[in-house]
T-cell receptor, first 114, second 116 residues
Framework: ETGVTQTPRHLVMGMTNKKSLKCEQH?????MYWYKQSAKKPLELMFV???????ENNSVPSRFSPECPNSSHLFLHLHTLQPEDSALYLC?????????????FGPGTRLTVL | AQSVTQLGSHVSVSEGALVLLRCNYS??????LFWYVQYPNQGLQLLLK??????LVKGINGFEAEFKKSETSFHLTKPSAHMSDAAEYFC??????????????FGKGTSLLVTP
């Protein structure tokens, strides 16, 4: 595997389900990000991890719970979601989280909440 | 706070025509600017970035962008559009986070349609 991978690619869940999204980066980076991409809205930054430490929680509801066990893996745990949470969830990574460094994105998980 | 505005949510060009996608930035300090492309059902791919080394930045797939401080712009261009260029294009600026580190602030995106 190369780059940033995300699983699953598609997920359909009911509002009472619990599921997790997984992201893995094979680039040796140490900053990882979760973004939400909804139709007709700009990409919304959700969480940032630098060296496994969460450095940003962008006012995300507690039904979204991130986990970063090491610099290569990032999870997003989901529970009691709402239909408006349906979106494309993108994971990204960058080297050192520096201002000039670009982020590398995974293909995303298309989430549908029924 | 650093932000970008993309003018035109949809742009349509003929195959072989010039592509011009507009992006204006707002920043109190010299910005780091990026253009990304997103093809259907895929993540974002970096086209190019500006880090103050040169005002004209060349990227992948024949795209380039020019940083103009006087106009606070970073427009993306390509001399001749291909059908394969049809995608969503995002301009972004790097900005500081509240606690530490940086993240990208994205524009709303411009959907490029290329017609035969």
């Amino acid at each position: 595997e190369t780059g940033v991978t995300q699983t699953p690619r598609h997920l359909v869940m009911g509002m009472t389900n619990k599921k997790s999204l997984k992201c893995e980066q094979h680039l040796g980076h140490n900053a990882m990000y979760w973004y939400k991409q909804s139709a007709k809205k700009p990409l919304e930054l959700m969480f940032v991890y630098n060296f496994k430490e969460q450095t940003e929680n962008n006012s995300v509801p507690s039904r979204f719970s991130p986990e970063c066990p090491n610099s290569s893996h990032l999870f997003l745990h989901l529970h009691t979601l709402q239909p408006e949470d349906s979106a494309l969830y993108l994971c990204a990574s960058s080297q050192d989280g520096l201002e000039m460094n670009e982020q590398f994105f995974g293909p995303g998980t298309r989430l549908t909440v029924l | 706070a650093q932000s970008v505005t993309q003018l035109g949510s949809h742009v349509s060009v003929s195959e072989g025509a010039l592509v011009l996608l507009r992006c204006n930035y707002s920043s109190s300090v010299p910005p780091y600017l990026f253009w990304y492309v997103q093809y259907p059902n895929q993540g974002l791919q970096l086209l190019l970035k500006y880090t103050s080394a040169a005002t004209l930045v060349k990227g992948i797939n024949g795209f380039e962008a020019e940083f103009k401080k006087s106009e606070t712009s970073f427009h993306l261009t390509k001399p001749s559009a291909h059908m394969s260029d049809a995608a969503e294009y995002f301009c972004a600026v790097s900005g500081p986070l509240a606690n530490s580190g940086y993240a990208l602030n994205f524009g709303k995106g411009t959907s490029l349609l290329v017609t035969p």
